[in-house]
């Protein structure tokens, strides 16, 4: 029987939760996310207990256990706990009563395998008790260990219950799956059938999941697979997965960034269509103006910082399918070092305002086209 261990599990804030709702005879498990990455031996992100005890004697009993809790979701059934300086969302046993393809009202329940048919893959509903013990009440640990991303129950039906899960599929298709088995092809049929319902999603909801999505190490299989059925145009018109895998193959080594590969979609309203953040839509704009023009990598290097340049020049490899160009590391390295040596006093004052400013910039231009080798003296003179 496998077991969960690791020390994340024994840290003494989320035993303090499991064991407070336990000793007050609620059953509590680690659940969803957490269990699937330990088991895949993957970082742990965020950590999720689901109880029997309703939200209100959670509170109760985490508060009595000197633990700090914050109603995050009390009408859906969660609290944040607080223990050992680590949140916990704790959320009651659920089950669905009323679904729209986007909310759903809840009901309370005391049975674990109600909660866990509520959720949307078999990799995602796994429990673990404090000790390590695992519950799989639906079998999802043969999925995990084979690494196939498996609807709950009758795809098409979960898809309805909630449109999101489309975005989720190939979400985790990406993070989790045996790169060489391609997409469960029940999961990818249903997934297409339902296409239109991604435009009744919050552009929220689609962009955080979009964004997690570029952010797996090789998104490329699954964004094509998007593409294909019919989903990339509703979350992205315009986008050309093209240019994604030459881009993730180009990358070797750097680490990957979703923005950079929004870059290589295209697509000209992702700000708006996945309400991306002002630092975001910024950067996305400037990968993309630098990956279409000619700049060369060292000059982007000294106006952009060099992890920019590097960003830019990928692109542009990726989007002509091309090799990265030839000392790519070197001039960026040095674009990137280089400090222009005049400063606006040497000009001062036979230039002045307008006038100042437009010579700098002709003897930076002068400059750089010397590849940052022309002195003070020489560019004054
Ligand atoms: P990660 O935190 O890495 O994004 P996760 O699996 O923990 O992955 P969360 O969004 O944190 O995903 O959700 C926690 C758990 O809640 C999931 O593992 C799954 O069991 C359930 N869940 C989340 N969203 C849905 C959904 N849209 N439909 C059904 N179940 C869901
Ligand atoms: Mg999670």
Redesign the pocket.
Known sequence: MTRLSGPWLKHPGTQGVLRALEEAGHPAYL????V??ALMGRPI??L?IATAARPERTTEICEAAGLKVIPTGIDHGTVTVIAGGVPH?VTTFRRDVETDGRHAVVAFTDAMAED?S????T???LYATREGTLHDPLDGLPDLRARRVRF?GEPAQ?IA??H??IL?FF??HA?FAEPSEGLDPEGLAACAAAADGIDALSRERIGAEML?LLAAPDPAPAVAAMAQAGILSHVLPGADPKPLAPLVHLEAGTAPDPIRRLAALGGGDAPERLRLSRQQTTRLALLCDLAGNVTSAAEMAWRHGADTARDAALLRAALLEQPLPEGLDTDIATGAAATFPVKAQDLMPAYQGKALGDRLRTLEARWIASGFRLGRDELLN
Do not use: Q, S, T, Y
């Open positions: 659940v969803g996310g957490c699937r990455d992100g965020d999720d969302e866990a509520r959720r949307d893959f990799m995602n509903a709950i979960r219950e909630d999101l899960r989720r979400r985790f993070w997690k």
